[in-house]
């Protein structure tokens, strides 16, 4: 079976919420192609965790028709099954890291000589980790060996059988007039269009002022009687919806779509008065807009448009042009040339234009060291960051997070 990116989608979405344990796709070059995070790993545990899926990537294709367990030092399990992929190398799904047993924390200590806020950390990761039985893991594990095989099923909705009164009153509902409305929900769908338009132009100024002709159009307390804060919320909420929509029309990469929208969306839910609503909702016309001028590649080439996603989603790794190349299946060569003939910049000149994008967001959140961000972004050496950081922003992180 050819294995196509939504259907790798559909495979490691379905293992994850079935399990709430991390789920991973990797590549045939052992790096993350799709991930799908239930635990947040410490820090200190990231690079053992890297090689052990490499480790894991490479033996499940060795062993294609075999599910793969390893158990590190620190207690953690995986299991990895290879997918096979038509005239293609083996790609691999490794799902963890969840407990056997609980591990002797104690004992961890002292062989790592951990200081005392590594070993808090460290015990409150082991919390929250999943404990399995043997017999779930061979489960797991049954499952896994079936990947190949995996197709998303049709549910059919049943739905109960309805009182004969009740049902024609709601046909009848459904077939009143709502001539009344005709020419607002005409209007509606105008202001729509224009507000999609100042979006996929990045014109936040533009927007502010289709945004002064919504004010009475999107009113829906007819639907929420004496609930003025539900009624609006509702509103910010189809309102964050369309806003993705024009900035996905914009160019902009599902990755950063996918950001800015769960992080209104959970701002939307922490709101509970109409004065923070409508803060939000100028912060969200802001927020969009600053994206589509950031992100936006619609006016690149389906080549360019891959390798920029790439680089991206992997900004803060060191830089593998063959590996980019490999995912963009072309030469590298070609891919450096290109890139600069569309871009106007090269591949590690945007690399780092995106890391410092990232800083900046980071070093605004406030109570997070330089050397921290830094190292989040990608710098192994915080003096390089900061002299990259100040030729690229004008001045230093330190200088940038004050102000």
């Known amino acids: 079976m050819l294995m196509q990116p939504l259907h790798l989608s559909a495979i490691s979405m379905s293992i994850f919420h079935l399990t709430d344990i991390n789920t991973v796709i990797l590549n045939h070059h052992g790096a993350a192609s799709l991930q799908h995070e239930h635990d ?19 033996q499940a294709a060795k062993q294609s028709d075999t599910v793969c367990k390893l158990t590190n030092e620190w207690g953690l399990t995986y299991l990895a099954k290879a997918l096979h992929q038509e005239g293609e190398p083996a790609i691999c799904l490794v799902v963890g890291p969840f407990l056997l047993q609980v591990p002797d924390v104690n004992q961890l200590h002292a062989t790592y000589r951990m200081d005392q806020p590594k070993r808090i950390e460290l015990e409150a990761f082991y919390r929250g980790l999943k404990l399995i039985s043997l017999a779930k893991v061979q489960s797991l594990a049954n499952i896994l060996a079936n ?34 409305y005709i020419d607002l929900i005409d209007l509606r769908y105008q202001i729509e269009q224009e507000m999609m338009r100042a ?37 910010i909420i189809i309102l964050n919806t369309l806003l993705r929509i024009a900035a996905r029309n914009a160019g902009v990469q599902p990755f950063y779509l996918h950001q800015i929208s769960e992080k209104f969306a959970k701002r939307i839910e922490r709101s509970d008065t109409i004065e923070s609503l409508n803060k939000l909702m100028t912060s969200m016309f802001n927020d969009y807009c600053s ?8 006016g690149f080439s389906p080549l360019i448009r891959k390798a920029v996603q790439y680089v991206s989603l992997h900004s803060n790794k060191l830089l593998n042009l063959e590996e980019l190349a490999d995912a963009c299946r072309v030469h590298p060569a070609h891919l450096s040339r290109q890139f600069k003939k569309e871009t106007g910049s090269t591949i590690t000149d945007f690399q780092q234009h995106v890391r410092i994008k990232e800083a900046k967001y980071l070093l605004k959140q406030g109570g997070i060291p330089v050397k921290a961000v830094a190292e989040k972004v990608g710098f192994d050496d915080a003096g390089y960051f900061a002299r990259v950081f100040k030729k690229l922003a004008g001045m230093t992180p330190s200088e940038f997070q004050k102000s």
């Open 199 to 235: 979006v996929q132009h990045g014109d936040a100024e533009q927007l502010q002022q289709v945004r002064a002709k919504m004010r009475n159009l999107y009113d829906f307390s007819d639907r929420f009687p004496n609930q003025p804060v539900r009624a609006l919320r509702n509103a």
């Open 40 to 58: 947040h790993l410490p820090d200190f545990l990231k690079e053992g965790q890297l090689a052990n899926l490499r480790s894991l990537g490479a």
């Open 147 to 180: 990947l190949d095989s995996f197709a998303q099923a049709r549910i059919q909705e049943l739905a109960p059988e309805q009182h004969p009164e009740a049902a024609l009153q709601e046909h009848q509902l459904l077939l009143q007039p709502d001539e009344e």
């Open 291 to 298: 994206l589509v001028r950031s992100q936006a590649v619609n």
